[in-house]
């Protein structure tokens, strides 16, 4: 399940359980239309409740950076679990967005509003 807010900033996504391909079409959607209405807008991802995802989601999400990777901005990611963890440490390798990890959701907040540069 995905949740998705819009912010000064960019946009807060938040994923539950499973991230499946039908979640991942809705935050493509959002991203590209924050794209739109913004120059690089800042994403915050928490993954802190993501316990899987699909395989075709994956694979879908390698396309979609790899052909807007240059789109965006700063990516907060919340990550408790180690295996997301560097699994979105490699995807980031992979990619030219600028990242980091946080613990809480008002750390990452703080960094994409500026107060943490980091």
């Known amino acids: 399940m995905i949740s998705i807010r819009e912010q000064d900033y960019g946009l807060d996504v938040a994923l539950y359980g499973e991230f499946t391909l039908a979640d991942f079409k809705l935050f ?18 928490d993954l802190s409740e993501l316990k899987d995802f699909t395989i075709d989601m994956a694979l879908e999400e390698v396309k979609f950076m790899r052909a807007h990777e ?4 700063r990516i907060a990611l919340v990550v408790e679990d180690v295996w997301i963890k560097l699994a979105t440490h490699i995807a980031g390798m992979l ?3 600028r990242s980091h990890h946080f ?7 703080a960094w994409l509003k500026g107060a943490d540069p980091l």
């Open 28 to 45: 493509e959607a959002a991203l590209m239309k924050r794209v739109g209405e913004q120059r690089k807008p800042d994403v915050l991802l």
């Open 70 to 73: 240059k789109d965006f901005g």
């Open 95 to 97: 990619s030219d967005a």
């Open 103 to 109: 613990e809480t959701l008002e750390e990452a907040q």
